[in-house]
Each structure stands twice: as structure tokens, then as C-alpha cells.
């Protein structure tokens, strides 16, 4: 099984750059543009987590998921979203991270 890495990075960084873009412009507040990559990073999160508690429960029980929909691709093509929309989180709390470490 092999991940759609590109087809999921590519997209959602030229999303952060227009958007990052638009703020910086002032088109788009701070607040709107951090709300936006907010929503999509708890998103992204839920349903990660959400599969991967379906697949536990799945296997702890026996079960099987219906082969139309392969859970386990999805759970790691949501991952890869998930992180790589982390890394924009990263970079915009850096300054705040970077406190935590000192």
C-alpha cells in the first residue's frame, strides 16, 4: 500500500501560502487565518484519531471492514494531512514553542 504524500502536501501548502499571503497583505485578519488552519488541523485530528479507535475496536473484536473502503489507507492518507497542516501550526506558534524549550 503506498500513501499519496504529494497529492496531499502539495495542495495544503499552497492553501497555507495563499492564505498566509492574504493575511500578510491584509486581505484576511490574523485571527481568520489562524481560525482557518485551527479548524482544519482539530479536523484533521478527529478523524485520524476517530479511525484509528474504529480499527482498535475492530481488531479487538474480530471484525472486519468492509473491503470498499480500505480504513487503514484513509486513517494514513488523514495522518499525512494531519502533520503536514502540524508543521503550519508549528510555524506559526514557533515563537511560543520555542519558550517551552528553554
Given at each position: 500500500m503506498s500513501y499519496d504524500l504529494i497529492l496531499?502536501?502539495?495542495?495544503?501548502?499552497?492553501a497555507y501560502i495563499l492564505s498566509y499571503a492574504l493575511y500578510r497583505k491584509n486581505v484576511i485578519n490574523k485571527d481568520f487565518h489562524?481560525?482557518?488552519w485551527n479548524i482544519l488541523?482539530?479536523?484533521?485530528f478527529?478523524?485520524?484519531?476517530?479511525m484509528g479507535i474504529i480499527m482498535t475496536v475492530f481488531?479487538?473484536?474480530?471484525?472486519?471492514?468492509?473491503?470498499?473502503f480500505d480504513l487503514n489507507y484513509w486513517?494514513?492518507?488523514v495522518g499525512i494531512a494531519f502533520f503536514v497542516i502540524l508543521l503550519f501550526h508549528l510555524h506559526w506558534n514557533w515563537s511560543s514553542f520555542k519558550r517551552y524549550f528553554k
Open positions: 496531499i502536501a502539495v495542495p495544503l501548502i499552497v489562524a481560525k482557518i488541523i482539530f479536523l484533521s478527529l478523524v485520524s484519531v476517530g481488531m479487538n473484536f474480530g471484525l472486519t471492514v468492509p473491503s470498499s486513517h494514513g492518507e
